[in-house]
């Protein structure tokens, strides 16, 4: 009872101020104005107090004296006090304490002078009264109490019936019916009837049914009887048990309740004569039976939904629908009298009531039934007028007038959106989904949520903080009411387009992460709460099926109208089964799409939501079985999203959201849908398959690259792409995309690619960056300066604070960088008036200048600062921040398309049946996009020029010269070249065009040659390296890079004016600046195509090696590099042979393997047969000297394919690259480091082995015919007296050159024809041992010693020719003490003795052979017969007779320059050949004998040995040897010197080997 307790502070201080403050909170309670409730706050205040006199803690006396005043405040206090009394007595009855229970008798006792003891006698128990002295005997009391009761209750008085008289009851009834709209009162009716009563002994019960059947009979005179009802009534049980008793009359079968008693009942139970629990017990049917009856209903339902669901027979569909109807006209609903009472009360807006009885029963059970759901849409149509008439109602709208009801007790009426929130909210969520039987009910609520949206939207910024909690409550109240009420009811609403329309305006206010939310729980959870809506869900679901299996492009339209009809009511349902049917068969996209065109806009939305849902659906799987490819279901659907979205008006917020937080996950599977979407909208196509001319058309304007650049012509995209920007710009959405897949390039490899398979991570980093250079190209295209630059942050900022890749950050600051300098060139030209091209050229360079500087800046803390010794900021940012529109007019692009719109324009005259203002339509399209085409031609053409005038300018600062040429071109590649030309496939042709550019500007310090071989020379690590789209591109900048190179090697006249007199040609790589004029340093015609045939050589060779791997990757990618590169390569007969035959295996091996490599194989293979009849032999590829074409045969050269040996038809050019770079070593440290793998690999050039039937019987006639044309020069040269020293030197040199070549010929023949056959089959396993090795070791082979002695001489005589690829130290320019210090060491060479040299090379050869014995293979063997020695002997005699007469040469050399011709550089060339061949024959009968030979080589050949050593220092300029082995080089003297001591031990090695060979 205590809810009230008195603070201790009053008990303590009660005389103080407690007794004050206990009676002030009295008279406080007896103030209310609450009926009933004022009572029970008095009890519990004296309960309290008299409970502290109980406890001891108030003096009893204190207490009584307090409760004594308080008998003054109320009439009944004292009944009041004694109910106090009576529970104390119980409490302290039952504890254990007697002083508590004296404390209690002692405050009774004091209380007797003011409570009656009549009252204490009812109340307090007897042996209580017994102690207060009020009876005598407690045993006597109960005895007599007990009397009392059984006369009361149980003795039954006797009327005699007889006594009532019928003319009182008719009177009664006369009394009752009379006319009430006079001055007739229910008191003067009250006095009638009591004295009705006394006078006819009528019965007062009998009299109360009689006046409750004539209020029955006039329920519309409710005030008056009520009245009456309340005057007369003594008990309102006693009214229960009547109305009660009425009921139970109509509950027995085929008996129906009349409205009329409903009505009464209500009135009653709303004006408080009557207790609702009272009344509900004689209602039927019981709770428990309505709670099976909807479980029922519901299990009923959805046994239906599986009917419908599950195949069944026509046959059987029909009996059971037969059945049905049948029961359904057999069972008669049975007569609820609680929905009966329910309904009475909801018309008189009794809700407190009616509310009670509905929570009585299950949900929504009650508002199933349309009168109740009528009653109760009534009664809130009646609530929300005075709002909805100030708020709600449209424009123009007159609208029905409602009449209030005249009951003040009904629902306050809403006048604000606040009194919504007291009955309004919690009626509706009530009538739940059947509010759909009142559309105009639902027309207004809508209405209403959009009012309050606007006044929320409007009023968002606070001004107090207690209004925006209310609003935020009020939003989430329309929210809960959009989700229990709006949207269930129009699932139940049939074909209802308007309601729909309705709906969206307020949808559409309503933030989409809100309306997602709605629709998903409409979607999973609303349909199976009610057993109508368990129905709906099963009959949409089944039309569905109907239409989706007629659906098909040639009904789109009556299909879609049908679609249409359905997805007003149902969209969730329809929409779930339309995109599980399109994820199964992709072939529905387009008639689905085009059907869709009927849905209202709110559908559009729900479908959005549908697909999101269905992309996120955790259950399915994004990859495929075999986890390779991406699961045929995503790509439906993201082809799905991309038709849809472009097509048709639908918000983007959600799927762009959703793409996002994927790609914040690390999740990139989803970025196929936004590639699709960008294309389909704006019309940008990413694709690596395009043609020449796509790609030309890529590198106009915007224009030009929509009309040409494109595989599909996507027209009309201008509204599609403005609304993808406006969502991206709304959301926020543009740089976080940006920065995300930037990033996720990395990620899809290092951290989502851990366990996937490799094609699926290329794959997803292919589909990673497209979508990247996509989206970037859209915004580019799209946004506005403003935009742009207020989105994307600087370079700085991108790199080091989001650590976007470099590529990806200059991507997208490209655009922001010409956006700025355009528009601060214009406002150069606007400030000054000049208009001479002159002048706008230097503003447009100060414009770069302004915008551009702060990015050299920005840029070098992106780097290291060592990168900025080799190449400046203002190259690197100049290289990252042009694009090709900058630097090439594709005017045959723009002439292309500007004739294809004349013949559309002629086409469409010469059409008769086009009507006429179609046509003058067609005809001013056409000829405005010719107009736009041929001004955006004009003002790309006038910004190139203005760009090549800037670079011209820039060029002379753009590398320095810090460090060598070969390390700039390092970082150049590294940092600009490569990581660009695989971005994406116009970049490709823009490095290569680059390049060009930067030759054609004469940059210095640049070197074209260096740059094109590193390019060319290793490509192998770099085609592995990529992924599939990668390849394409890189191939393509390859084919460029080509192309350019096949121009300048086909036409002599080309390479002169292109190439000679250029910097990027010099020979001699020196630190300095371009000196411009020397000829001798510049790479002559014939030397290029040397070097271009070596190039072609290097790229077969990578190739091979990556068709031979067995790799997928590399299998793959070498295949899609070779295709892209088919214009420019093979072209040499040879090479394109071995290609064929790599291939042609890998067609053979792939076929049941892996079918895509196969096709791949196939395809190349077809084309490249188709390439054959243009390709050509070698040596009209380049011009072959003479001794080197008898010495390998073209026949002979099958390409890398086969066991390789090194031949001599590298360039001379090539040596030079490497030999003054020796020289440069020597002068400043005198050690050389490791020779370059890329360098090594180039140098050396594999042919066959020889086999029998290469070596034909016209090359031997060739050969024989060779040697006599090199006799007769030797006889001419013999005979013509020498003009000069330096004529008599080359003509003997020359002389002695070819004697030579024709000696080692005729060696290498016969011991061809000689080797038996059980050597040449010893010869093919040590071949093939080596092929391996060289592959494990990086195809690097080791260095001849005798062949680095000639090409260090020769770099001296010769001077540094060619661009190879080693890495180049900063040589000191040639002077005149070097000069005399070579010649000093040539004549100190010449002073030994033949023997002594030859036996050093034999010692050296030896070293080599023991340090690398696997690199090299023994082609022929070294046994000789007698007759060739003596020939030997006699050429070695004839070339010692002129040795005297070379030493006073070296001294007339010694004083001036040498000289460089073109006839002295092929003599070199021939030189270096035969040194090859010399070396290599040296090291290979080093290496091992015959196996007719026991014994080591016998006297003669080690004297031929001697004699062909010594020839050779004749010819060659010495210069310290390079071994190939230790790295160290010393001079060919001291080397002598050190072997002698070391002779005797060599020796013993040499015999080791050969008897390990044996």
Request: proline content about 4%; hydrophobic content about 30%.
């Amino acid at each position: 009872m205590a809810t009230l307790t008195l603070p201790g502070e009053w008990i303590k201080n009660w005389e103080k101020s407690g007794k004050h403050e206990f009676v002030q909170l009295c008279k406080d309670l007896t103030e209310k104005t609450d009926h009933g409730m004022e009572i029970k706050d008095i009890q519990t205040a004296l309960y309290e107090l008299c409970w502290q006199v109980v406890q001891g803690n108030l003096k009893w006396d204190l207490g009584a004296s307090v409760l004594g005043d308080m008998m003054a405040l109320k009439d009944d206090m004292p009944s009041i006090l004694a109910d106090v009394f009576c529970i104390l007595d119980l409490e302290t009855n039952a504890l254990e304490e007697k002083n508590k229970r004296d404390h209690y008798t002692q405050l009774v006792g004091a209380c007797l002078c003011f409570v009656p003891e009549a009252i204490l006698k009812e109340r307090l128990d007897p042996e209580t009264l017994e102690s207060l002295g009020l009876i005598k005997q407690a045993h006597q009391f109960n005895q007599k109490i007990v009397k009392i009761k059984t006369k009361l209750f149980y003795k039954q008085q006797k009327f005699n019936l007889l006594r009532e008289e019928n003319e009182g009851y008719a009177k009664l009834i006369t009394e009752l019916g009379q006319d009430l709209s006079g001055s007739v009162t229910s008191s003067l009716v009250l006095e009638s009837v009591q004295s009705l009563i006394g006078c006819f002994n009528l019965d007062p019960n009998r009299v109360l049914a009689i006046i409750l059947e004539v209020y029955e009979s006039r329920s519309d005179q409710d005030d008056f009887f009520l009245s009456l009802i309340k005057s007369y009534m003594c008990e309102p049980i006693t009214l229960c048990h009547i109305l009660g008793f009425k009921f139970k009359f109509y509950q027995e079968p085929n008996e129906e309740t009349p409205k009329s008693l409903y009505h009464i009942a209500a009135a009653l139970l709303h004006h408080n004569l009557i207790e609702l629990d009272d009344l509900y017990v004689h209602l039927m049917p019981l709770d428990a039976t309505i709670m099976e009856e909807h479980k029922r209903d519901i299990s009923e339902a959805k046994q239906i939904a599986r009917k419908l669901v599950m195949v069944v027979l026509p046959s059987e569909k029909s009996e059971d629908k037969e059945k049905e109807k049948e029961e359904e006209k057999n069972e008669k609903p049975p007569d609820n009298q609680k929905l009966g009472l329910l309904e009475a009360l909801l018309r008189i807006g009794d809700w407190h009531h009616a509310q009670s009885v509905m929570d009585q029963m299950p949900s929504f059970y009650a508002a199933s039934h349309k009168a109740i759901a009528l009653a109760l849409c009534q009664l809130i149509h009646l609530t929300v007028e005075p709002l909805y008439r100030r708020a709600g109602i449209p424009k123009g709208a007159r609208g029905c007038v409602l009449q209030p009801l005249r009951n003040n007790r009904a629902p306050q009426l809403a006048e604000s959106f606040e009194d919504l929130r007291k009955d309004t909210f919690s009626m509706l969520s009530y009538l739940g989904p059947h509010l759909s039987h009142d559309p105009v009910l639902f027309a207004k609520i809508v209405r209403l949520g959009k009012a309050f949206m606007k006044e929320y939207q409007a009023d968002h910024i606070p001004e107090v903080k207690s209004k925006t909690q209310f609003q935020e409550l009020l939003l989430s109240c329309f929210l809960s009411i959009a989700d229990q009420v709006l949207l269930p009811a129009l699932s139940l609403m049939e074909c209802n387009a308007c309601m729909s329309e309705e709906l969206w305006g307020l949808f559409k206010l309503f933030p989409y992460q809100h309306r997602y939310r709605l629709y998903g729980q409409w979607k999973n959870e609303t349909y199976s709460g009610h057993p109508l809506l368990v129905k709906v869900k099963a009959q949409t679901v089944e039309r569905a099926r109907y239409i989706m299996k007629r659906l098909t492009k040639e009904n789109v339209k009556q299909s879609g109208r049908q679609i249409g009809k359905l997805s007003h009511s149902n969209p969730t349902i329809l929409f779930d089964y339309m995109l599980s049917q399109i994820q199964w068969y992709d072939n529905l996209i387009v008639p689905v799409v085009d059907s869709l065109k009927y849905l209202t806009s709110l559908n559009y939305d729900v479908l959005a939501y549908c697909i999101t849902e269905a992309l996120a659906n955790p259950e399915k799987e994004k990859m495929k079985h075999d986890d390779t490819t991406i699961s045929p279901w995503l790509q439906s659907l993201a082809s799905l999203c991309g038709a849809v979205f472009r097509k048709y008006p639908i918000e983007l917020a959600g799927l762009l959201q959703y793409v996002t937080n994927q790609l914040k996950a690390g999740k990139s599977f989803d970025l196929l849908i936004l590639k699709e979407v960008v294309q389909k909208m704006a019309g940008i196509e990413i694709t690596d398959e395009m043609t020449s001319e796509q790609l030309e058309a890529m590198t106009g304007g915007e224009q030009l690259k929509a009309e040409g650049g494109y595989f599909g012509q996507i027209r009309n995209t201008k509204k599609s792409s403005q609304r993808l920007k406006d969502v991206l710009l709304d959301h926020e959405l543009v740089l976080p995309l940006c920065l995300l897949m930037a990033q996720q390039r990395n990620g899809v490899i290092f951290l989502e690619g851990g366990e996937k398979h490799l094609k699926l991570v290329g794959h997803l980093y292919d589909q990673c960056h497209d979508t990247l250079v996509q989206f970037g190209g859209f915004l580019a295209s799209n946004l506005s300066t403003e935009d742009y630059i207020k989105r994307v942050p600087s370079i700085d900022v991108l790199c080091n604070q989001f650590h976007t890749p470099h590529d990806a950050a200059f991507f997208l600051s490209r655009p922001m960088f010409a956006h700025q300098i355009s528009s601060k060139y214009d406002e150069l030209k606007k400030s000054e008036k000049g208009n001479r091209q002159q002048q706008k050229a230097q503003k447009y360079v100060a414009a770069c200048e302004q915008v551009m500087t702060p990015v050299h800046e920005a840029v070098v803390s992106l780097h290291p600062s060592r990168v900025w010794d080799d190449i400046r900021p203002q190259f690197y940012t100049t290289f990252w921040s042009l694009t090709m529109y900058d630097l090439v007019v594709p005017q045959a692009a723009y002439d292309r398309e500007v004739n294809k719109l004349k013949a559309q324009i002629k086409a469409i005259e010469d059409n008769p049946e086009t009507p006429l203002n179609k046509k003058k339509k067609e005809k001013e399209r056409c000829t405005a996009l010719q107009e736009k085409l041929q001004e955006e031609e004009k003002k790309q053409t006038e910004h190139v020029q203005r760009v090549l005038h800037r670079l011209k300018l820039e060029k002379d600062n753009w590398l320095l010269a810090k460090s060598t040429k070969n390390e700039t071109i390092t970082k150049f590649l590294q940092l600009c070249l490569f990581p660009r030309c695989i971005f994406s496939s116009i970049d490709a042709v823009y490095c290569a065009r680059f390049v060009e550019l930067v030759h054609q500007q004469k940059t210095p310090n640049f070197c074209t040659l260096l740059c094109y071989d590193r390019v060319f020379s290793a490509i192998i690590y770099t085609v592995a390296s990529c992924t599939e789209n990668e390849s394409h591109r890189y191939g393509r900048f390859l084919c460029c890079m080509l192309e350019t190179v096949t121009r300048w090697h086909s036409d002599r006249s080309v390479y002169e004016k292109e190439c000679v007199n250029y910097p990027g040609f010099l020979t001699i790589f020196r630190a300095t600046g371009w000196d411009g004029g020397n000829t001798v340093d510049q790479l002559n015609y014939e030397n290029f195509r040397h070097v271009v045939h070596k190039w072609h050589y290097m790229l077969t060779k990578a190739s091979v090696h990556c068709l031979e791997t067995g790799d997928y990757t590399h299998i793959r990618n070498i295949l899609i590099v070779l295709t892209k590169i088919l214009p420019c390569y093979p072209k040499v007969l040879n090479l394109g042979q071995a290609l064929e035959c790599r291939v042609h295996k890998i067609c053979l091996e792939e076929k049941d393997k892996r079918p895509d490599l196969h096709a791949l194989a196939m395809g190349y293979s077809g084309r490249l047969k188709s390439q054959k009849v243009h390709m050509v032999p070698e040596n009209e590829f380049h011009h072959k000297e003479q001794p080197a074409r008898s010495a390998t045969p073209a026949s002979q050269q099958n390409g890398p394919g086969s066991t390789s040996k090194p031949a001599t038809s590298t360039s001379k050019a090539e040596e030079g690259a490497s030999e003054d770079c020796d020289r440069g070593k020597d002068k400043s440290q005198g050690t050389s480091k490791p020779v370059n793998k890329a360098n090594s690999a180039a140098a050396k050039i594999t042919t066959s082995n020889g086999n029998g039937a290469l070596n034909s019987t016209k090359a031997v006639k060739e050969r024989d015919d060779k040697e006599k044309i090199v006799k007769e020069k030797k006889e001419k040269k013999e005979k013509t007296p020498s003009s000069t020293p330096e004529t008599k030197a080359e003509n003997r040199r020359e002389k002695q050159r070819d004697e030579k070549a024709v000696k080692e010929e005729r060696v290498m023949r016969e011991g061809k024809e000689k080797t038996p056959k059980a050597d040449r089959e010893k010869v093919k396993p040590e071949e093939k041992s080596s092929k391996e090795d060289k592959a494990k070791a990086g195809n690097v082979d080791p260095v001849d010693p005798s062949r680095d002695a000639v090409k260090e001489s020769k770099s001296k005589e010769k001077g540094d020719r060619n661009a190879a690829t080693v890495s180049l130290k900063s040589p000191n320019p040639r002077s005149e003490p070097a000069e005399s210090e070579r010649d000093h060491k040539r004549r100190k060479l010449d002073c030994h003795s033949s023997p002594s040299h030859s036996s050093s090379v034999k010692d050296s050869n030896n070293e080599l052979k023991e340090s690398t014995p696997k690199h090299h293979t023994n082609l022929n063997s070294v046994a000789r017969s007698k007759s060739r020695e003596r020939e030997v002997e006699k050429k070695d005699t004839e070339n010692a007779q002129g040795r005297s007469k070379e030493k006073k040469e070296e001294k007339d050399r010694k004083e001036r320059k040498r000289d460089h011709t073109v006839a002295d550089r092929e003599v070199s060339q021939e030189n270096k050949r035969r040194k090859d061949e010399n070396g290599t024959n040296s090291s290979k009968n080093s290496q091992s004998t015959s196996p007719s030979c026991g014994s080591p080589l016998s006297p003669e050949k080690e004297k031929s040995k001697r004699s062909k050593s010594s020839s050779k220092e004749k010819v060659e300029s010495v210069k310290p040897e390079r071994a190939s082995s230790g790295g160290k080089k010393e001079s060919r003297h001291d080397k002598e010197k050190k072997e002698k001591s070391s002779g005797g031990k060599e020796e013993k090695k040499h015999h080791k080997s050969s008897d390990k060979h044996r």
